[in-house]
């Protein structure tokens, strides 16, 4: 994480203090776990009506968004 904060030329020691700061690890755990109750195991991803999109192309989104659609009729 610090690379990729030095890349995008973060502010390193607000970052080094943000990571610190235990209210913010109580947001990335909080975070983590609700991603593994939702079965997430990467990122990005996406979620249609509270269920994970497994096609993560377009026709694979215009699919999934039609499907939904039609439920609604």
Same mark, same amino acid.
């Given at each position: 994480?610090?690379?990729? =904060? $030095?890349?995008?030329?973060? /502010?390193?020691? !607000?970052?080094? !203090?943000?990571?610190?700061? @235990?209210?913010?690890?109580?947001?990335?755990?909080?975070?983590l776990k609700n991603g593994q109750q939702a /079965?997430?195991?990467?990122? @990005?991803?996406?979620?249609? /009506?509270? $269920?994970?999109? /497994?096609?993560?192309?377009? @026709?694979?989104?215009? !699919? =999934?968004?039609?499907?939904?659609? $039609?439920? $609604?009729?």
């Amino acid at each position: 994480m610090e690379e990729i =904060a $030095k890349e995008l030329g973060l /502010n390193m020691e !607000q970052f080094d !203090q943000d990571l610190k700061d @235990p209210e913010m690890q109580a947001r990335i755990d909080r975070d983590l776990k609700n991603g593994q109750q939702a /079965n997430v195991r990467g990122t @990005p991803a996406i979620f249609l /009506n509270g $269920k994970q999109l /497994n096609q993560r192309s377009l @026709p694979g989104f215009q !699919q =999934a968004i039609d499907a939904e659609l $039609k439920k $609604k009729k």
